[in-house]
Nanobody, 126 residues
């Protein structure tokens, strides 16, 4: 069993920055491909960013490229999402997810991920 706990979401003004954290527990010494997704009311959960187990490969949704950065510190079992130049369109609940598979270095689809956190709310005011 893998537990994921997100933190760092809050209200921020447009143009501001936030760093989300995802604490991973439950499988000591095992590092999975990880991802961040977001979901706003009335919309499907959407891929934001993904990272392979070692942190050397990343992928981003076009809407966040150049503004968001995913990273991980395996010594702390934590995955981060640095978000800069935020806009009201970034308002959503952000979810951290783990993919318990190594058939691919990283994943972009919701169905590729097996474990999810409870989400953290990010609200960007104009």
């Amino acid at each position: 069993q893998v537990q994921l706990v997100e933190s760092g979401g809050r209200l921020v003004q447009a143009g501001g920055s936030l760093r989300l954290s995802c604490q991973v527990s439950g499988r000591s010494g095992v590092f999975f491909p990880m991802g961040w997704f977001r979901q706003s009311p009335g919309k499907e959960r959407a891929f934001v960013a993904g990272i392979n187990w070692g942190g050397g490969s990343t992928s981003y949704a076009d809407s966040v490229k150049g503004r968001f950065t995913i990273s991980r510190d395996n010594t702390k079992n934590t995955v981060y999402l640095q978000m800069n130049s935020l806009t009201p369109e970034d308002t959503a609940v952000y979810y951290c997810a783990a993919a318990r598979s190594y058939s691919s270095p990283l994943y972009t689809r919701v169905n590729d991920y097996t474990d999810w956190g409870q989400g953290t709310q990010v609200t960007v005011s104009s």
